[in-house]
């Protein structure tokens, strides 16, 4: 792989310097918020609330609810993977 010595990478302000490089320069924010406003936007217009199964974490990271069922959910899920991480030597 080859770097140029240039700091005007190429997918600045692309929104993916922002979530995949961790750039968290002005044009890389401002990508990222204008994506995810798209993203939710979509989101919204296609999945009425009504619709979501609440409790599961596909609904908590997908489409971003927040409701007491769905953060049970993803911090159940966290707990576990740390409790087997732990199981497993926890190195690495
Ligand atoms: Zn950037
Ligand atoms: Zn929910």
Same mark, same amino acid.
């Given at each position: 792989?080859?770097?140029? *010595?240039?700091?005007?990478?190429? #997918?600045? *302000?692309?929104g993916?310097?922002?979530?995949?490089h961790? =750039? /968290? =320069? %002005?044009? =890389?924010?401002?990508?990222? $918020? $204008?994506?995810? !406003? &798209?993203?939710?936007? /979509?989101?919204?217009?296609?999945?009425?609330?009504? &619709?979501? +199964?609440?409790g599961? /974490?596909? +609904?908590?990271? !997908?489409? *971003?609810?927040?409701?007491e069922?769905?953060?049970?959910? %993803?911090?159940?899920?966290? /707990? %576990? #993977? $740390?409790?087997r991480?732990?199981?497993?030597?926890?190195?690495?």
């Amino acid at each position: 792989m080859v770097t140029a *010595g240039s700091s005007r990478e190429s #997918w600045h *302000g692309t929104g993916h310097g922002y979530s995949y490089h961790g =750039c /968290r =320069c %002005q044009p =890389c924010t401002d990508a990222h $918020r $204008r994506r995810c !406003n &798209d993203w939710m936007n /979509r989101v919204a217009l296609k999945v009425p609330e009504a &619709d979501l +199964t609440h409790g599961v /974490r596909s +609904t908590y990271n !997908n489409y *971003g609810c927040r409701c007491e069922d769905c953060r049970r959910a %993803q911090s159940d899920h966290n /707990r %576990q #993977w $740390r409790e087997r991480r732990k199981a497993a030597g926890g190195a690495s």
